[in-house]
């Protein structure tokens, strides 16, 4: 998964040379921008905007790995649920989980189905 961060801070930096673009996968806009200088500067500044926002996503498709809140786009698997409550189930009987705690990550959990 890529980094948000890191794919904004190449955008901000080298930006115009198309290297953010080559780091989420979009070879052909990263090839375009670096020809064309970042499209004289208009898609440079356009692409800072759209990873800053969350609107431009790594090209598989995936999520940026240090977002914190899932973009509509992207629905919970039911698959995925049930493993995240497993592993919830697990740290609660180890102890590492309160009650409280694991009370409330299952609600969060069952809210997504």
């Known amino acids: 998964m890529k ?3 890191t ?15 080559f780091y989420l ?3 052909g806009m990263g090839v375009l921008k670096l ?12 692409d800072i ?4 926002t969350g609107k431009l996503l790594p090209a598989d498709g995936s999520p940026y790995d240090d977002d914190t809140v899932a ?3 992207q629905q919970a698997q039911p698959d995925d649920i049930y493993k995240n409550l497993e592993r919830a189930a697990k740290l609660h009987e180890q102890g590492v989980l309160t009650d409280e705690e694991f009370a409330k990550m299952k609600a969060d959990l069952m809210s997504h189905i």
């Open 3 to 5: 980094s948000k961060t």
């Open 7 to 21: 794919a904004l801070i190449l955008s901000v930096l080298v930006g115009g040379l198309g290297v953010d673009r």
């Open 25 to 27: 996968g979009y070879t």
């Open 35 to 46: 020809l064309t200088a970042g499209c004289l500067g208009i898609l440079w500044i356009i």
């Open 49 to 52: 905007v759209n990873i800053a």
């Open 71 to 73: 973009s509509p786009r």
